[in-house]
């Protein structure tokens, strides 16, 4: 019983760390999420990864998976190859990262 209840508190004190944008998207699965609900995702951010044919959230998590859930390389393509800045880079895998322990 003991162990439960500081696990739920562990989790209630991350909770309190995470930005809104962030809670809010691991409130729920991803369904059909457009790509800017992920945090880290900026407007011209989405709008790039739209025309490499990452539309929804869903797509984006699929290309981490791919990277096995590593955060560097996710980061890597993400600034080399879609225009993403360093801060955009770590949140966007940070938030893909917690959903992932989050739902699967």
């Known amino acids: 019983m003991e162990k ?10 991350k909770m309190d760390h ?3 944008r962030l809670r ?3 409130s729920e699965p991803i369904g059909e999420k457009d790509v800017g609900w992920v945090d880290g995702i900026s407007h011209e951010l989405a709008i790039n990864l739209v025309a ?3 539309n929804k959230a869903y797509t ?3 290309q981490f998976l791919l ?4 955060e560097a390389e996710f980061q890597r393509w993400l600034i080399c190859c879609c ?3 360093e801060c ?3 949140e966007s895998s940070n938030c893909l990262k917690e959903w992932c322990s989050c739902f699967l």
């Open 60 to 62: 984006l998590l699929g």
């Open 4 to 13: 439960v209840a500081a696990s739920r508190l562990r989790s209630h004190q």
């Open 24 to 26: 809010a998207f691991l």
């Open 83 to 85: 225009g993403a800045t």
């Open 18 to 20: 995470m930005s809104p």
């Open 67 to 70: 990277m096995h859930k590593n």
């Open 88 to 90: 955009e880079a770590q």
């Open 52 to 54: 490499k044919g990452f």
